[in-house]
C-alpha cells in the first residue's frame, strides 16, 4: 500500500511538472493571440491587461490589407515540396551510409553539415543573378530548391541517427528470412523508424515554413511566403504589437495545427518491444 | 559485396548534390573574398588581394564577437539539451491530455525568428510596461532592464525557448525506441530513477542529443534576427556575434569582398567548432 | 528632347527583355508605414483611370525593404517597376545612373514640392524620386505637466530650457519620466537623433578632407550631454528605445517630453491610440551653439529604376502617387487630417488640412529650417542632416551608434565611445578610398 501510493504520489508530481513546464513554454505563445484580440492601447497597457473586451479588428484589417490565402498557399507548397524533395533524396541516403558506412561516413556527414555554415548574404548576389538569368526569380520552384538543400543536412543527420538505433539483430533476422533490400528498408527500416521519419520531415517543414532569408529576399509580388506577409507587418512607424501578434497568429497556426495532427504520429514508431 | 555497392551507390544523390550545392557558393564565397566587389562601387573591380581579409580581421569588435558568438552557443546548447532531457522524460509517461502538452511544448519552435524576438523584447522584456516588470513591481522587487544590463543573456533566453522543443522533440521520439523490457527489468531488480536515466536512457540518448548538439552549433552560430531586432549588436560590442558583424561591417554597404572573406572566417570557426564538439561529445556518433 | 531620348532608350530596353514581366503589371515596393499601406487601398482609383495597368504590392518593414530593393536594383534584377526609397539612397543612386530622372508636365506643379525636400531628392540637380512624405523633427511636450511644474516651453527653445523642463516635470514614481529618446543602435535611430543633436552644438561627421571628426570637442560636449540627460530624467530601457518604443511609452502617458519625427505628431494626437491625445504641445528642436542642423530632413519617395520594363506606366504612378490630386483624394476619403505631409506647399496652404491638424504649423516649420545641403556649423563635403549621403555611411552609423549606446549604458565613458566610434569610422572611410 505504501508502496502504491508514493508510486502513485510520484506518477502525479511527474505530470504536475510536465504541465508547469508545458504551460510555461506555451505562455508567451498564448500571450501573443491574447494579444492579437487587443487593440493597440491595450496592447501596451501598463499593467498588462488580462481581461478586457476582446476585438477582431487586427484579424479583418489583415484580411483587407493582404490576401493571407496567396501567402499560406506559398508557405505550404514550398515547405512541403521541400520537405518530399529532401526526404526523397536523404532516405536512401541515410539507410546506406547507416547499415552500410563507409570509412569517411563520418567525414561526410560533418562535412554535409558545415555547408550550412556559408552565410547566405555573401551569396546573395550571385545567386539573385543566377535566379534572374534562369527566369526563376519571384517563383515557387526556386524556393523548394533551396528549402530542399538548406534542409537535406539536418534531414541526413536526423535519418542517419534514428536508423542507427535500429538494432542490427532484427535486419540480419529479416535477412534470413530472404528480405531483398527494397523489402528491408520497405518492411522493417520505414516502419521502424517512422517517428523518426516524421520528426526528420516535421523539422524540415518548420525550418522552411520559418525561412525569411531567401524567401524574402528571392520573391516580389508572386511567391511571397508568410515571412514575406510577417515582414510587411513588423515594425512599422506607429504601434504594431497588436496587428503584428494578429499576422503572427495567422502564420504560425497552420504549422501548429498540422504539429498536433502529427504529433502522435511523432511517436507511433513501433517499439522494438514489440517486434521483438 | 555487389550488392553492398550498390546499396553504397545509393549515397551518391545526397553526396554529389549537396556537394555542388555546396561547391558552388563556396567557391564564390572564396573567390570574392580576394576580390574588391562592391555592389554600390560597379566601377572598382579586380582583385584585392588580402586586403578584405585584413579589415575584416583587424575588426576591433572581432575578439568579442567570437567569445559572444561561443558563449552564446555554448549556453544556449546546455540549457536546452538539459531542459530537453528532463521535459522529455517528464512526456513519457501516459497522462490524461500528454498529446496537447506534447503540442504546447514544441510550438514554441513554430515560431518565426523576428517575432520571437519582437514578442520578448516588447511584451516581457519592456522595463515599463513587459511582463516580467509587471511581475517584479508585483512583488515589489527592482525591475531588471533586460536588454541594456543583460543583453547576451535575453538573447540566450529568447533562443533557449525557440531551441529546447527542437531538442524535447528529438528526445522525446528517440526515447519511443527504447528498450521497455530492459526498464522493467531494471526497475524489478530495484533500480532508482538516476541509475536508470544513468544506465539505460543516458546511453540510448547518447547519439540523439550529439544530433542535436551539433545541429544546434551549427544553426546558434549564424544567429542574427534576434539580435538585430533586439539590441543591434549593443550596448557597445556587447551582444554583438560573428554573424552580426559581417553583417554591420558589410552587407549594410553591400561589400561583396569583406561579406565573403567574413563568410570565409565564419566557416573556420564553425568548422573548429564542430572539431571541439566532435572530439568532446559526439563519441556517440561513432559509426 | 530629353524625355523622347529617354522614351526611346526606355523602350528600346523594354523591347529587348521583354517577355519576363507580364506587359501592363507593375510591380511597386514599398515600406509598410501607415501612409503607404493608405496608397495600397486607393490604388483602385489609379486603376481606373488607366484601365490597361494593374498594380501589385510588395510591403515589407524598412530595413528589409532597403535591402532588399538594392540588391534588385545593383544586379539589374528587374522586378520591380516603382521603389520606394529614403532621402539617403535617392542622391547616392542618381548619381550612380540607376534610377530614370523625374520630369513631370505643368500640372504636376513641380515647385509646389518643398525646396528642402526637392534639394534632398535631386543629385546634380536632377529630381530622381518624388517624395510621397516627409518628415522633419521637433519636440512634443506634455502641457499639462508642463503647466502643473509652472514651466514654459518656448517655440525655439535651448538645450539648456530642455534639460530644465524635463527635470522639472520628472515624476517616476508616478511613472512619467522626464525625457524619453532614441537609445536603440543604428544609423536611422539613435544616431540620426544625435546627429541633429550634434550638429546643434558645432559639431559634423566629416571634414572636408572626409576625415571623421568624432573625436571633436563639439561631439564630445553633445553626447555627454545627451547621456546626461537621459540616464537623470529618462525611462528605463533607453537602450532599446527607437521610434516605436517611444511611441509606446508616450501614448501610455509615460514620457513628459520627447523629440522625434513629426509624424509621430498624428500618432500621440490621435485619441484611438493614445492616452494623451489631448495634452500634447510641440515646438522646435531644441538648439545649442547654432540653428543648423538642429532638425533632421527624411522622405519617402518614389523612384523608377533603370531596370524596369515598364518604365511609362510607373512614371505615370509616380506622378499620380505624390500629386496634388492624391493629397486631395485622401483627405477626401479619410479625412484631412491623415493626408500624407511634409512634401507640398499647397497642403499646408489648405485651411482644410490645418483645421485637421495641430501640428500643421510646427511641423512645416521644421521642414522649412532644414537644409540637407548646409547642414553643420563648418563646412562638410556631404549633404544630408542626420546622415551623410554616402554608401559608407550605414556602416559606419551602426558602429557609431553602438558606442553612443554603450556610453549611454554606461559601460564606457563618452570620450573612450567617440574614439572607438573615430577608428571604426576612420576603417571605413581608408577602405573605401577616401583618403
Known amino acids: 500500500m505504501g508502496y502504491r501510493s508514493a508510486k502513485l504520489i510520484k506518477h502525479n508530481l511527474t505530470v504536475l511538472s510536465a504541465w508547469i513546464f508545458a504551460l510555461l513554454f506555451f505562455f508567451p505563445i498564448f500571450w501573443m493571440v491574447l494579444t492579437s484580440f487587443k487593440t493597440e492601447l491595450q496592447a501596451i497597457s501598463v499593467p498588462p491587461l488580462f481581461i478586457f473586451e476582446p476585438t477582431l479588428e487586427n484579424f479583418t484589417l489583415v484580411q483587407e490589407r493582404s490576401d493571407y490565402m496567396s501567402y499560406a498557399l506559398n508557405s505550404i507548397i514550398t515547405s512541403f515540396g521541400a520537405t518530399i524533395l529532401a526526404l526523397i533524396i536523404a532516405i536512401p541516403s541515410a539507410y546506406s551510409m547507416a547499415f552500410f558506412p563507409g570509412r569517411f561516413t563520418k567525414d561526410i556527414l560533418l562535412w554535409m553539415l558545415s555547408t550550412k555554415m556559408l552565410p547566405a548574404v555573401g551569396v546573395l548576389m550571385p545567386i539573385y543573378i543566377m535566379a534572374d538569368a534562369a527566369g526563376l526569380l519571384d517563383s515557387r520552384t526556386v524556393l523548394v530548391i533551396i528549402f530542399a538543400f538548406m534542409n537535406l543536412p539536418i534531414i541526413m543527420w536526423l535519418l542517419f541517427s534514428y536508423f542507427k538505433e535500429i538494432p542490427k539483430e532484427i535486419l540480419e533476422a529479416g535477412r534470413m528470412d530472404g528480405c531483398n533490400t527494397w523489402d528491408e528498408l520497405k518492411h522493417i527500416v520505414l516502419p521502424l523508424s517512422w517517428g523518426g521519419i516524421t520528426s526528420a520531415g516535421l523539422l524540415s517543414i518548420v525550418l522552411a515554413w520559418n525561412e525569411a532569408f531567401w524567401s524574402i529576399n528571392l520573391t516580389a509580388a508572386d511567391a511571397g511566403t508568410l515571412t514575406a506577409l510577417v515582414a510587411s507587418y513588423s515594425s512599422p512607424e506607429g504601434l504594431f504589437w497588436a496587428k503584428l501578434s494578429a499576422v503572427s497568429t495567422l502564420a504560425c497556426a497552420p504549422i501548429i495545427v498540422f504539429g498536433w495532427f502529427t504529433q502522435k504520429q511523432l511517436v507511433q514508431g513501433l517499439t522494438f518491444g514489440a517486434v521483438k | ?287 | 528632347m530629353k524625355k523622347i531620348t529617354g522614351l526611346i532608350g526606355a523602350s528600346a530596353i523594354a523591347l529587348s527583355v521583354a517577355g519576363v514581366a507580364n506587359a501592363g503589371e507593375l510591380t511597386i515596393a514599398t515600406v509598410n508605414n501607415g501612409h503607404m499601406i493608405e496608397m495600397q487601398k486607393l490604388t483602385g482609383h489609379f486603376e481606373k483611370a488607366n484601365p490597361d495597368i494593374k498594380v501589385k504590392w510588395v510591403t515589407l518593414e524598412e530595413g528589409t525593404l532597403r535591402q532588399r530593393v538594392t540588391t534588385d536594383i545593383a544586379t539589374k534584377g528587374g522586378q520591380f517597376d516603382v521603389m520606394t526609397i529614403g532621402m539617403y539612397e535617392a542622391p547616392i543612386w542618381g548619381k550612380k545612373g540607376w534610377l530614370h530622372e523625374l520630369n513631370f508636365g505643368n500640372d504636376y506643379d513641380v515647385n509646389d514640392i518643398l525646396p528642402a525636400m526637392r534639394g534632398g531628392l535631386s543629385a546634380d540637380g536632377k529630381l530622381y524620386a518624388a517624395p510621397f512624405y516627409g518628415e522633419s523633427s521637433m519636440i512634443m511636450y506634455r502641457k499639462d505637466l508642463t503647466d502643473k511644474a509652472g514651466m514654459s516651453m518656448p517655440d525655439n527653445p535651448t538645450w539648456g530650457h530642455v534639460a530644465d523642463v524635463a527635470k522639472a516635470i520628472h515624476n517616476p514614481d508616478n511613472g512619467v519620466y522626464g525625457i524619453c529618446l532614441r537609445g536603440k543602435p543604428g544609423w536611422g535611430d539613435n544616431a540620426a537623433f544625435i546627429t541633429t543633436m550634434a550638429n546643434s552644438f558645432g559639431a559634423r561627421w566629416f571634414d572636408e578632407n572626409w576625415k571623421p571628426q568624432l573625436t571633436s570637442p563639439e561631439w564630445n560636449h553633445a553626447v555627454s550631454f545627451y547621456v546626461d540627460l537621459l540616464t537623470k530624467y529618462g525611462p528605463p530601457g533607453s537602450t532599446g528605445n527607437s521610434f516605436n518604443e517611444i511611441l509606446a511609452l508616450f501614448n501610455e502617458g509615460k514620457c513628459g517630453m520627447w523629440i522625434d519625427a513629426t509624424i509621430a505628431a498624428s500618432f500621440v494626437s490621435d485619441p484611438k491610440q493614445s492616452k494623451v491625445a489631448n495634452d500634447v504641445a510641440y515646438a522646435q528642436a531644441p538648439v545649442a551653439v547654432t540653428k543648423r542642423g538642429a532638425n533632421w530632413l527624411w522622405a519617402w519617395a518614389l523612384a523608377v529604376p533603370q531596370g524596369t520594363k515598364q518604365s511609362e506606366d510607373a512614371l505615370k504612378f509616380v506622378e499620380w502617387a505624390t500629386s496634388k490630386e492624391y493629397i486631395e483624394l485622401v483627405g477626401k476619403t479619410n479625412g484631412w487630417g491623415s493626408v500624407p505631409t511634409g512634401t507640398r506647399a499647397s497642403t499646408y496652404a489648405n485651411p482644410k488640412f490645418q483645421a485637421a491638424a495641430n501640428f500643421a504649423d510646427a511641423e512645416m516649420k521644421a521642414i522649412e529650417s532644414a537644409d540637407p545641403s548646409n547642414s553643420t556649423q563648418e563646412p562638410t563635403p556631404y549633404t544630408g542632416v542626420q546622415f551623410a549621403a554616402i554608401p559608407e555611411f550605414q556602416a559606419i552609423g551602426i558602429a557609431a551608434g553602438q558606442q553612443f549606446t554603450a556610453a549611454l549604458a554606461g559601460d564606457k565613458s563618452v570620450t573612450k565611445a567617440l574614439y572607438d566610434a573615430q577608428v571604426a569610422a576612420d576603417r571605413e572611410m581608408r577602405k573605401a578610398g577616401y583618403y
Open chain 2, 1 to 287: 559485396m555487389t550488392k553492398t555497392q550498390l546499396i553504397k551507390s545509393l549515397q551518391a544523390p545526397s553526396i554529389i548534390l549537396l556537394f555542388l550545392w555546396m561547391i558552388v557558393p563556396l567557391s564564390m564565397t572564396i573567390y570574392f573574398s580576394f576580390m574588391r566587389y562592391n555592389l554600390m562601387y560597379p566601377e572598382r573591380e579586380g582583385p584585392a588581394g588580402f586586403s578584405n581579409y585584413e579589415f575584416f580581421l583587424t575588426d576591433p569588435a572581432l575578439p568579442d564577437a567570437v567569445i559572444n558568438s561561443l558563449i552564446l552557443v555554448g549556453s544556449v546548447i546546455s540549457i536546452s539539451v538539459v531542459l530537453g532531457l528532463l521535459i522529455a522524460i517528464l512526456i513519457q509517461k501516459t497522462f490524461r491530455g500528454r498529446g496537447i502538452a506534447r503540442v504546447m511544448l514544441i510550438s514554441p519552435f513554430f515560431i518565426m525568428p523576428t517575432v520571437n524576438a519582437l514578442l520578448w523584447k516588447n511584451m516581457f522584456m519592456n522595463p515599463v510596461y513587459g511582463i516580467f516588470a509587471f511581475i517584479s513591481t508585483t512583488f515589489g522587487l527592482p525591475v531588471i532592464d533586460w536588454l541594456s544590463d543583460l543583453p547576451l543573456f535575453s538573447v540566450i533566453l529568447m533562443l533557449s525557448w525557440q531551441w529546447t522543443p527542437f531538442a524535447i522533440l528529438i528526445f522525446m521520439t528517440s526515447l519511443q525506441s527504447m528498450d521497455q523490457d530492459q526498464v522493467e527489468a531494471a526497475e524489478i531488480e530495484g533500480a532508482g530513477f538516476w541509475a536508470k536515466f544513468r544506465y539505460l536512457t543516458l546511453p540510448h540518448l547518447s547519439r540523439s542529443i550529439a544530433v542535436v548538439i551539433m545541429i544546434q552549433a551549427i544553426f546558434h552560430l549564424s544567429v542574427f534576427a534576434e539580435i538585430f531586432v533586439t539590441t543591434a549588436g549593443g550596448p557597445g560590442y556587447d551582444s554583438t556575434n560573428t554573424t552580426f558583424l559581417i553583417f554591420s561591417q558589410a552587407l549594410m554597404q553591400f561589400d561583396a569582398g569583406v561579406a565573403s572573406a567574413g563568410g570565409v572566417f565564419a566557416i573556420i570557426i564553425a568548422n573548429i567548432v564542430a572539431f571541439f564538439l566532435i572530439k568532446s561529445v559526439a563519441k556517440g556518433m561513432a559509426v
